[in-house]
């Protein structure tokens, strides 16, 4: 007589069957925060698992040769709709699919995709949308890696380009890109707040204006934003007329300052045409920085409100320092002189001012270097987003290859320090500034 098993002796079989997501309950929309605790998987799947496990395989075993041949013809795009499973860690791979189902959750997006740093999202995004002869039309300033992407990398493949600045009202986009539409426009690429000036963009504006002026075309440029300095907590662009949503995972979704990852959510449609880019130039980040994603997301929520609490207290410190000329920080745009048009692009795309800022302090490169040089909790690092808080010099670092006339034009000064502020206590940060100004 063969030995009877669990599901013989109980009723209930040994390994459940998988469950579909949850998102509603009793007609209740789940949040965001609540979702990225188990959305997109499954324990059934992997043993009962509570977290997903690391799944460190360059390669999956197809259940049948016609299965096989299923998927690559996904893959050519002989058959609609792409792949279908797991084949190859190139091309997708359970962790990063979970993370992508996550992504995409908090600005409801049809799809995203998961790639190795925030550059190579935005590479992969221009490579798949660009060919000779095209124009990007963007905003300034950009992320000064971004600005040679498309100036000196793109530019050398016959790649244009044309910009207006971040702040730029509905009229001033209708003439640059009046001016672009006598060409081929592939792509309007836009960095909201901008960095490292917090500068504003009115994605509706640019929305409404790439609408009028190709009303007539085959085809209308899509809108890409890189959110890293807001998203998606604070900011959800396609909310407000992008089409697609860049992040650099690196910073507040990562939290961590220890994982480098990219992340580009939006339609089905340019996702599907930017993933076909991916799986040929392979571009996805790895299984185990997916998985470390998933562990900071589920905390997204709650440190993105400790630092942006953080933030404000010791922003209204700085504000009226004797040493500090001038705070660039969105909070501070509702009543200033002269920033009506930011304050009102704030009230209309923002829910919260963010906890990274521009200070000017008074003085110049001496003054700047000797703030940060006596800094004791704040780390004097490039970065933004992460738990601790990190201060750096733009013009002097991350902006050192933007020529100095784009510089002046931009706001990147001498002066300027960038801070972004973490979790840390907000006094002792404020103790910290407080003696770090006092050096100077």
């Keep these: 007589m063969a030995d009877k098993t669990e599901a013989d002796i109980t009723g209930v079989p040994a390994t459940p069957s998988p469950k579909a997501s949850v998102d509603r309950i009793g007609g209740r929309k789940l949040k965001p925060a609540t979702m990225m605790m188990g959305h997109g998987f499954d324990p059934a799947l992997s043993e009962g698992s ?29 058959r609609p709709g792409g792949s279908d499973g797991l084949v190859y860690s190139r091309f997708n791979g359970p962790n990063q699919e979970i993370l992508e189902d996550r992504l995409a959750v908090w600005e409801e997006a049809e799809d995203a995709l998961a790639f190795s740093s925030g550059m190579s999202a935005i590479a992969t995004l221009f490579l798949s949308m660009v ?27 016959g790649v244009t380009w044309l910009d207006f600045p971040a702040g730029a009202t509905r009229e001033e986009i209708d003439a640059v890109l009046t001016r672009a539409a006598t060409g081929r426009v592939a792509l309007i690429y836009l ?6 000036t917090n500068a504003l963009v009115d994605i509706e504006a640019v929305a409404a204006s790439r609408d009028a002026i190709f009303a007539d075309a085959d085809e209308k440029p899509p809108i890409a934003i890189d959110n890293t300095f807001l998203g998606p907590l604070w ?10 949503v860049v ?7 990562g939290g961590h300052s220890d994982l480098v990852a990219g992340g580009l959510l939006g339609t089905k449609a340019h996702i599907n045409v930017i993933r076909s880019m991916r799986n040929t130039i392979g ?33 209204a410190y ?21 920033k009506e048009r930011q304050a009102d692009i704030y009230r209309r795309h923002c829910s919260g001012a963010g906890s990274t800022f521009s200070l000017y302090l008074k003085g110049g490169e001496a003054e700047a270097f000797a703030f940060l040089d006596a800094l004791r909790i704040a780390k004097l690092a490039v970065s933004l987003g992460g738990t601790e808080t990190l201060a750096s010099h733009p013009a002097g670092m991350t902006h050192l290859s933007v ?26 940060l404020i103790a910290d500034f407080t003696q770090a100004l006092d050096a100077i």
């Design 50 to 78: 509570l977290k997903p496990p690391i799944f460190l395989t360059s390669t999956f075993v197809f259940p049948s040769a016609a299965a096989g041949k299923r998927h690559f013809e996904g893959v050519t795009g002989k």
């Design 131 to 157: 060919k000779p002869g095209d124009t990007i039309v963007h905003s300034g300033p950009l992320y000064a890696a971004t600005e040679t992407l498309i100036a000196r990398v793109l530019g050398k493949f």
């Design 191 to 196: 960095e909201s707040p901008a960095n490292p």
């Design 235 to 244: 900011h959800q662009p396609l909310r407000h007329g992008a089409d697609l």
């Design 247 to 253: 992040y650099s995972l690196t910073k507040y979704a």
């Design 283 to 315: 571009t996805i980040c790895d299984p185990h920085t997916a998985w470390m994603l998933l562990r900071s997301l589920e905390t997204l929520e709650l440190r993105m409100s400790r630092a942006g609490e953080n933030a404000a207290k010791v922003c």
């Design 318 to 338: 700085l504000k009226d320092h004797p040493k500090v000329e001038h705070v660039g920080y969105l909070g501070f745009l509702e009543g200033a002189a002269g």
């Design 403 to 428: 020529a100095d006339d784009r510089k002046a034009a931009l706001g990147i000064t001498d002066n300027l320090v960038r801070i972004s502020i973490g979790v840390e206590d907000a006094d002792d």
